[in-house]
Nanobody, 117 residues
């Protein structure tokens, strides 16, 4: 079992920055592929960024490339999402996801990010 707790969301003006954190419980964090997803009101949840177990392979959705950076600290069981140059269209609930090598997937409860114009 893995529990994920996100933090760092809030209200920011367009052009501002936020750093989201997702802390995981359990000894399996270092074996998990970690991802960030977001869901805006009235829309489907969408992929934002992903980082592999070692941090060597990273992927982003096109909408955030060059603005968002995903990273992880396996010693702290934490994955981060640094978000720069935020836009109103980035407004959403951001959730982290852990996918273990056995295939089990876990989600956090989400953190709200609101970007005002």
């Amino acid at each position: 079992q893995v529990q994920l707790v996100e933090s760092g969301g809030g209200l920011v003006q367009a052009g501002g920055s936020l750093r989201l954190s997702c802390k995981a419980s359990g000894p399996t964090f270092s074996t998990a592929v970690m991802g960030w997803f977001r869901q805006a009101p009235g829309k489907e949840r969408e992929f934002v960024a992903r980082i592999d177990r070692s941090g060597g392979t990273i992927g982003y959705t096109d909408a955030v490339k060059g603005r968002f950076t995903i990273s992880r600290d396996n010693a702290k069981n934490t994955v981060y999402l640094q978000m720069n140059n935020l836009k109103p269209e980035d407004t959403a609930v951001y959730s982290c996801n852990a996918r273990l090598s056995g295939g089990n997937t876990y989600w956090g409860q989400g953190t709200q990010v609101t970007v005002s114009s």
